[in-house]
């Protein structure tokens, strides 16, 4: 007999239809499914919201990123290491104090390399 092979959507949809049949409570579905009853609970409120669709995989990428570097000094950056490939770390400090004492208002080291 070969091995059964379910994608993570056959499951969820499967759980909401064991859920609905009502046989076995949150608890012992989520101990047969391998899951949380705050999982359950969660799996179950997106079905009454949105229907199967609900129950799609969802990105885990955050919507915004407010200390996300500014993508003009990011590209300064790039190209800078990419005209300077043998230059490390202290030769593009002093040109990052170069370019502010400049004027240039750049972020924080801990920002211009994330």
């Known amino acids: 007999m070969p091995w059964r092979e379910t994608s993570p959507m ?8 064991d859920h609905l049949r009502d046989v076995w409570s949150l608890t012992e579905l989520g101990a047969l499914y391998g899951i949380s009853r705050k999982t359950a609970y969660k799996w179950i409120d997106r079905y009454l919201r949105q229907g199967p669709a609900g129950l799609e995989e ?16 990011v590209t300064a950056i790039l190209d800078a290491r990419r005209r300077h490939p043998t230059w490390g ?8 104090t170069r370019a502010t ?11 211009a390399t994330s």
């Open 89 to 96: 770390w202290r030769s593009s400090s002093r040109c990052r």
């Open 10 to 17: 056959d499951q969820r949809t499967q759980f909401i239809a």
């Open 101 to 111: 004492r400049a004027g240039a208002s750049l972020p924080g080291r801990r920002h």
């Open 58 to 73: 969802r990105s885990r990428r955050p919507r915004r990123s407010p200390n996300q570097t500014p993508e003009d000094i």
